[in-house]
């Protein structure tokens, strides 16, 4: 199962049409931000079918091309990676 897709996976991608994510466990945070920005229409080659969130929360049940990138919580994120023991601003 997936549940994340950094940007290095999905600039892999460009040779595919269709991607299907049905059943995936998506975490919808900032590390999904590329995929969300490629199901909403920004890679018109690759189409991103039956992408649902499934954590945070907030998100769960949304289709990936419904959720903002201000969704995806990014601004407390620095490069998509919190690091524990970390805060926002450290």
Do not use: F, W
């Not at 969704?71 to 994120?77: F, M, P, R």
Request: aromatic share 2%; charged share 20%.
């Amino acid at each position: 199962m997936i549940a994340s897709l950094p940007d290095e996976s999905i600039k892999g991608l460009s040779i595919l049409e269709d991607l299907h994510l049905k059943n995936n466990p998506l975490v919808c945070d900032c590390q999904l931000r590329r995929l969300v920005e490629t199901a909403q229409g920004r890679q018109p080659k690759l189409k991103v079918i039956e992408a649902v969130c499934s954590e945070p929360a907030h998100l769960k049940g949304s289709d990936i091309r419904n959720v903002t990138l201000g969704d995806l919580n990014c601004s407390t994120q620095p490069n998509g990676i919190l690091y524990a023991g970390t805060s926002p601003s450290s």
